[in-house]
T-cell receptor
Framework: AQRVTQPEKLLSVFKGAPVELKCNYS??????LFWYVQYSRQRLQLLLR??SRESIKGFTADLNKGETSFHLKKPFAQEEDSAMYYC????????????FGTGTRLTIIP | EAGVTQFPSHSVIEKGQTVTLRCDPI?????LYWYRRVMGKEIKFLLH????????ESGMPNNRFLAERTGGTYSTLKVQPAELEDSGVYFC???????????????FGSGTQLSVL
């Protein structure tokens, strides 16, 4: 069975400081990893996927298979980054049945 | 293009009552998913429709939950009778087989916040 762990429920960071949201996973195969974000009063939306290896809104995440981690990073936090962030895993086959972590609420302090 | 729409956005009911949540997927999306987030816990998969057929309902908590998707368009999730532990946010999502230009395949609604008192 797969599992996603986000150890921090809450994270507060000053504006301009670096941000790192932790995510660890367990899965026997080769999964796809995602970060989803939910801003206040908006829908849950995809932030980035490990296979695209791109930076979205200044965020990056590298899949580390040795450490089974997919931490989300941004060098300089902005106030608009305040949101709920979820790490998610999808087995590398079939449908969009995702396994999510418990989420981290990120608050950027002005 | 309209996104995934969920109704109501909030529902407050008493234990023992019935509640029906509705989800309108993006037009043309055959796949429809229900997920639930109970306070302090992870977002958990409930079930997956392909058109009107239940492809996977392994996440449904118990037989108090009934999901339907008649005609393969919108879906309803009925909880009857509701219990305190059913409180949480119920998300609906839809997808088609190919990704959007941005690479996003699964599109979520804003969720229904259900509070059972």
């Amino acid at each position: 069975a797969q599992r996603v762990t986000q150890p921090e429920k809450l994270l507060s960071v000053f504006k301009g400081a670096p941000v790192e949201l932790k995510c660890n996973y367990s899965y026997s195969g080769s999964p796809e990893l995602f970060w989803y974000v939910q801003y206040s009063r908006q829908r849950l939306q995809l932030l980035l996927r490990h296979i695209s290896r791109e930076s979205i809104k200044g965020f990056t995440a590298d899949l580390n298979k040795g450490e089974t981690s997919f931490h989300l990073k941004k060098p300089f936090a902005q106030e608009e980054d305040s949101a709920m962030y979820y790490c998610a895993l999808r087995p590398n086959f079939g449908n969009e049945k995702l396994t999510f972590g418990t989420g981290t609420r990120l608050t950027i302090i002005p | 293009e309209a996104g995934v729409t969920q109704f109501p956005s909030h529902s407050v009911i008493e234990k023992g009552q019935t509640v029906t949540l509705r989800c309108d997927p993006i037009s043309g999306h055959d796949n429809l998913y229900w997920y639930r987030r109970v306070m302090g816990k992870e977002i958990k998969f409930l079930l997956h429709f392909v058109k009107e057929s239940k492809q996977d309902e392994s996440g449904m908590p118990n037989n108090r939950f009934l999901a339907e998707r008649t005609g393969g368009t919108y879906s309803t999730l009925k909880v009857q009778p509701a219990e305190l532990e059913d409180s949480g946010v119920y998300f609906c999502a839809s997808s088609q087989d190919r990704a959007s230009p941005s690479g996003e395949k699964l599109f979520f609604g804003s969720g229904t916040q259900l509070s059972v008192l």
